[in-house]
């Protein structure tokens, strides 16, 4: 099956939204404006948010706070032993960054997922 460039585009712009969609604010106010040309995304308690975006790791203001992580955790429906999880109907996945005990989350990769579309 053949799909348009709009068709792709507009796939693509969807799963972009679906991410967003369960990103806290300011995080999802980082990621919108670079989402097209972000590869990762690092939550980390205490550290500032980064984004690999255009090749390169970019450091931003914003420092994770215990609320980021709770409120983020509460969106992602499942997270599996392995402590890895998906959005459903895109490739995005998440890992889950356990504590040193094992207890509780010290944060979160995110990998964007890019559409490739391969033809005969």
Do not use: C
């Amino acid at each position: 099956m053949l799909f348009t460039q709009e068709e792709v585009n507009q796939r693509i712009q969807t799963d972009y939204e679906k991410l967003l969609r369960i990103l806290p604010f300011e995080i999802r106010e980082a990621l919108k404006p670079v989402i097209n040309d972000s590869e990762e995304v690092k939550i980390r308690f205490g550290r500032p948010l980064k984004i690999k975006h255009h090749g390169k790791w970019h450091k931003y203001d914003l420092v994770i706070r215990q609320d980021h992580l709770t409120d983020f955790r509460s969106r992602i429906d499942h997270i599996r032993d392995d402590n890895r999880a998906g959005i459903d109907g895109t490739g995005h996945r998440i890992s889950r960054i356990p504590s040193a005990d094992g207890k509780g989350t010290d944060g979160f990769n995110i990998r964007i997922a890019r559409l490739y579309l391969i033809s005969d």
